[in-house]
């Protein structure tokens, strides 16, 4: 059967309806603007810490780990630092005196078998911890290259201070 | 002086959505794209530490969870804030599903997010509570920029 046009019927335009469709787009935009924000990065420094007993001594260990002593003030801020009994300014400081610690022992292990142990005060803010973390661990080249130092850092019992 | 109007058609008047909706799209486009669900852990009552050593790990960790200590010491595991106390119950029974589902707790990595002025004693305290269930591995979390000092 054979469909014929009709002469009398004119081509209609089709208009589709754009109002729905774009209070959907706002109320989405709208969604995403105020479920949206600005977080930064994080990032994390692994630590490894068994509980102490015959594992760890057991433990190839070529050197003996690095002390650190971070003592705090009344208001929880640094006070001190010590590393091998010799007392510190800075972190700067810290971290030059760990670099010539690792830097003397020569060998691609380096950074596998230095330890460092942190030994803190009870009330000491933690952001001092990070700080020192970062010290011990590595530093930043200009061209943004991270070279790492002392991978094996672990934290020392928490003491209470008393009353 | 008069001014006549000129005659205009119905639908000259119709104004031109095109573009509008273009910008629209893509403008959800780049909040989709930016928005982080993934991110859902971080809590905002946390304020870690900087440090310019902090970077985002290359792979995500597995069998990682996440235990979050606030400026005031206080501990957010879960969605849930409790006192120090009560992180030990919670991280037993913790221990017990990753044992049941065939991992074992040594394996699993304890992400840390203290906030910067929290005690590193309380802190040592959750790690010393992980310890005691089993857990080894701890990434201490920062956040990522230059240090402020």
Redesign the interface.
Known sequence: MKLRHTASQAPEKVEIQ?TP??DI??Q??IF??F??KI?????????????AGPASSTSLQTDLPIKVR?T?DGD?NLASIRMDDAVLP??TALHEKVMSRVGTNAGPDATENNEAELD????????????A??AI????TPDGR?VKLIQKIK???????EA | MKIIKPKTTAAALEPD?TPM?DM??Q??AF??V???FG?AE?DARIR??????????ETA?ENALVVQ?TGDNQVLFSGELMPIAGLDEKLRREARFITLSGEKP?DA?V?LR????????????V??KC??NGF??????????D???
């Open positions: 754009m469709m774009i787009v706002f989405l935009l995403f603007l479920s949206f977080v930064t990065q994080e990032g994390d420094f692994n630590i490894r810490m068994p509980v971070l705090a929880g800075n972190f803190c005060d009870y009330n000491l803010k933690y952001r001092n911890v990070i700080g973390v970062t661990s590595g530093y930043v991270i934290l020392s019992p928490p003491k209470k201070p | 959505m909706i629209t799209f403008l959800i909040f989709m930016l928005l982080n991110e971080q870690l530490p900087s440090s310019q050593l902090a970077k985002p790990p960790l200590l040594e990595t992400i203290a906030d910067a002025e929290s005690k590193t004693g309380v802190v040592q305290e790690i010393q310890q005691e080894e591995n701890f990434a201490l979390r920062a956040k990522q920029e240090e402020e000092s």
